[in-house]
Nanobody, 115 residues
Framework: QVQLVESGGGLVQAGESLRLSCTAS????????MGWFRQVPGNEREWVAD???????NYANSVKGRFTISFDNVKTTVFLQMNSLKPEDTAPYYC?????????WGKGTLVTVSA
């Protein structure tokens, strides 16, 4: 099974930035996908962004222009650069990976943005 380890969450002020990381025990390629969901209190679970093995990226409308998803040189780690953070971005963020057709979830990293 693919193992995922998330990091980078924390407490920041509105307008500041955080960079989340999700490292997989295997590299991804082609149609393999990695990305992030979040669970804002009181809201439905929300897909945030994802990237596939040929660098195609997708973003939720709520984060377009503020968040950027990318991967490292060996395609084992996905980064989510979060700029201009807002209090409504506060949530646990969960990394997911679909590698070789197998879906794996991370345990989450908490992002808290104060006004």
């Amino acid at each position: 099974q693919v193992q995922l380890v998330e990091s980078g969450g924390g407490l920041v002020q509105a307008g500041e930035s955080l960079r989340l990381s999700c490292t997989a025990s295997e590299s991804f390629s082609g149609a393999d996908r990695m990305g992030w969901f979040r669970q804002v209190p009181g809201n439905e679970r929300e897909w945030v962004a994802d990237i596939n093995g040929v660098d195609n990226t997708n973003y939720a409308n709520s984060v377009k222009g503020r968040f950027t998803i990318s991967f490292d040189n060996v395609k084992t780690t996905v980064f989510l650069q979060m700029n201009s953070l807002k209090p409504e971005d506060t949530a646990p963020y969960y990394c997911f990976a679909n590698l070789r057709g197998a879906l794996t979830w991370g345990k989450g990293t908490l992002v808290t943005v104060s006004a």
